[in-house]
């Protein structure tokens, strides 16, 4: 059973005797211990009667906490981390837990957590044919399970979040438990503020797709056209929404276009980071792309991003078309933009 279902069913209360939890997500594998926890009103500190955690104990031991009662009668939960008769060949450790899996004590509640599990053995392929047993995996979820993933989040924190801040964080490749903190950090960021922004996003976190479209800019910059598409392609073969790419260049352009103008008028770094409520991270990394550009530059690129855009919502090209000829454009210094904005606009 994946996640979000097993997970769904434990907050309505409807709970297995016995879990097997695995999967390379460890974020997913403690909340799922954590839900159940709440569920079986299992205190949170480590002294509780009703409460037993094992990481790497024998069977032996895990078996006998299973099969050990409360005084007040109320269910145990025994979480058993790594046990290693799940993926290593040891006769008597594998022995203890199929006479468990025969004979289980079903007042409590048994969850065995594992990162990996081996298949092929007896013991998973018994696991599995138990009446009373979930087997529960845990892998990190993508594409719309990862965007329901941060809505829920997010609900839980009572934010909601506009749609193309939703697609710039379901870019995110790194571990969820990491991808939670960082919503945490936004939730403190905005505050009373109900809804979030891309740009909330974008002072708080620096997301790898933000990092592609600074490699982007910088190839631009230098003129490497060659290095420029070759980027944008590799950001579109990864999954990143054509649209998202186009928002996130005209923003950078329009911060190099912003940083030059006041970095020429003197203002240090920190001044403009105020003035411009951008993070000192961003201007910084504004100033040094904005020295590949002159002022007039910056202005025609905004242009023929604008074109672009229209080009793409018109239908005079798809967005994955348009974008590759803004980049190759931008890139190619050596072509007189002044005819290209004319031609483009004629064909819009």
């Not at 994946?2 to 769904?8: E, T």
């Not at 799922?32 to 009667?49: I, K, M, Y």
């Not at 919503?183 to 809804?195: A, C, F, S």
Request: proline content about 4%; some cysteine; hydrophobic content about 40%.
């Amino acid at each position: 059973m994946g996640f979000d279902q097993a997970y769904r069913d434990l907050q309505q209360g409807v709970m297995a005797p016995i879990y097997l939890v695995h999967g390379p997500e460890t974020f997913l594998r403690r909340q799922f211990v954590r839900e159940l926890r709440r569920q079986l009103g299992v205190a949170s500190d480590e002294t509780s009667l009703n409460y037993q955690h094992f990481e790497g104990a024998d069977a032996e031991s895990i078996v006998m906490s299973c099969n050990t009662s409360t005084f007040d009668g109320k269910p145990r939960l025994i979480v058993a981390e790594e046990p290693i008769a799940f993926n290593q060949s040891i006769p008597n450790e594998e022995q203890h837990w199929l006479d468990y899996l025969e004979e289980p004590n079903l007042r409590n509640c048994l969850c065995i957590v594992l990162e990996k599990v081996d298949k092929r053995r007896r013991l998973y392929t018994r696991f599995k044919e138990h009446d009373d047993g979930v087997i529960v995996t845990c892998d990190k979820p993508s594409g719309a399970n990862l965007r329901n993933w941060i809505k829920e989040t997010l609900k839980h924190y009572g934010k909601t979040i506009n749609r193309e801040a939703l697609r710039m964080l379901a870019q995110y490749e790194g571990p969820l438990g990491v991808l939670d903190r960082e919503l945490d950090k936004i939730r403190m960021y905005v505050g009373d503020r109900d809804e979030i922004s891309p740009r909330d996003i974008a002072q708080v976190i620096a997301l790898p797709q933000e990092q592609n479209i600074f490699k982007l800019v910088d190839a631009i910059g230098l003129g490497n056209a060659s290095q420029a598409v070759g980027t944008l392609d590799a950001m579109l073969t990864q999954g990143a929404d054509p649209l998202m790419i186009l928002g996130m260049v005209a923003r950078q352009i329009r911060i190099l276009w912003q940083v030059k103008y006041e970095h020429e008028r003197g203002q240090g770094e920190r001044a403009m980071a105020k003035m411009l409520n951008q993070h000192p991270f961003v201007v910084s990394k504004g100033v040094r792309q904005s020295r590949n550009f002159a002022q007039h530059e910056l202005e025609r690129a905004l242009e023929y991003i604008l074109l672009t855009d229209l080009g793409i919502k018109k239908g005079r090209w798809t967005p994955e078309l348009g974008l590759q000829r803004l980049v190759t454009v931008l890139a190619s210094r050596n072509l007189d933009l002044d005819s290209i904005l004319e031609r483009t606009a004629f064909e819009i």
